[in-house]
């Protein structure tokens, strides 16, 4: 996902979160907005639909995106 680096680098990203009534997403990209790093929601997270806008469903959604962007 994205350009190559070195081991060590420092690399940055945006967090774009989007909360709705229905869901929230988590999308990180890279400082021009171009390449996504990592995408998630809260529907992805959760099983019940009821609860894909709950604040439980969001922090899980973050973490995930977190973990994904520790892995590059």
Do not use: W
């Not at 996902?1 to 060590?8: A, D, I, K, R």
């Not at 420092?10 to 390449?35: K, M, P, Q, W, Y």
């Not at 992805?44 to 973490?63: C, H, I, W």
């Amino acid at each position: 996902m994205g350009p190559q680096h070195l081991v060590g680098e420092t690399v940055f990203g945006v967090a774009h979160i989007f909360a709705s009534f229905n869901d929230t997403f988590v999308h990180v990209t890279d400082l021009s907005g171009r390449e996504t790093i990592a995408r998630v929601t809260g529907g992805m997270k959760v099983k019940a639909d009821r609860d894909e806008a709950s604040p439980y469903a969001a922090m899980l959604a973050a973490q995930d995106v977190a973990e994904k962007c520790k892995t590059l």
